[in-house]
């Protein structure tokens, strides 16, 4: 058996190098292609008025629907991700109802709110979980970034929730008075 060292010829070698990396550079493109990313905001508008527990703000039977939420549903289709970069809570009393509500972020959490928590889960991981006081700015276009992208993986529900401490309620609505909150979260939506 010989067993010399086999020699390739160092033009062989480089032409092997170059075809590996046009081929890596043409998959990537055609990823590329066949991926849409965008960027956008999804939010919900939620009355706190009465919550105590632990509140699940979307399930399967949440429908997307302008002033309310463009969540659809706790389940994102085949194909979709989404990567959470940031988020941002906005407080208001004045309002008639969450389509109308005069979201603002100089308005203060009241207690109640100001020592619950915002938790985003999937599966048995917790994507997000951050007291109210963190999420809320006194700037208007100023979010909360995140030190990791929050990934949401596609054909497997999730939960977003608010936990309030033990004997801890919000305050009920009035008929002048409401408690609401609206949640965004600033994300990249991939599409497949």
Not at 20 to 36: D, G, I, L, P, Y
Not at 83 to 110: E, M, P, W
Not at 128 to 153: C, E, G, H, Y
Request: charged residues 25%; aromatic residues 6%.
């Amino acid at each position: 058996m010989d067993r010399r060292k086999q020699v390739i010829d160092p033009r062989l070698k480089t032409a092997l190098v170059d075809f590996s990396q046009e081929s890596r550079r043409k998959a990537n493109v055609q990823v590329r292609k066949s991926a849409k990313i965008t960027d956008g905001t999804y939010y919900l508008n939620v009355d706190a008025s009465g919550m105590s527990g632990i509140v699940n703000l979307v399930d399967n039977k949440t429908k997307k629907e302008v002033g309310v939420t463009n969540f659809d549903g706790n389940m994102l289709n085949r194909g979709r991700e989404l990567s959470i970069r940031a988020l941002r809570l906005l407080f208001t009393s004045k309002g008639t109802d969450v389509k109308n509500g005069d979201y603002q972020n100089g308005t203060s959490l009241i207690p109640e709110l100001q020592n619950a928590e915002l938790h985003f889960i999937q599966g048995d991981n917790k994507l997000i979980s951050l007291p109210l006081t963190d999420l809320q700015r006194f700037n208007q276009v100023d979010f909360r970034s995140l030190i990791t992208n929050a990934l949401v993986k596609s054909q497997e529900e999730f939960q977003i929730q608010l936990e309030f401490p033990k004997g801890v309620s919000v305050p009920a609505a009035t008929a002048t008075k409401l408690n609401l909150l609206r949640i965004e979260f600033r994300l990249a939506e991939k599409k497949s």
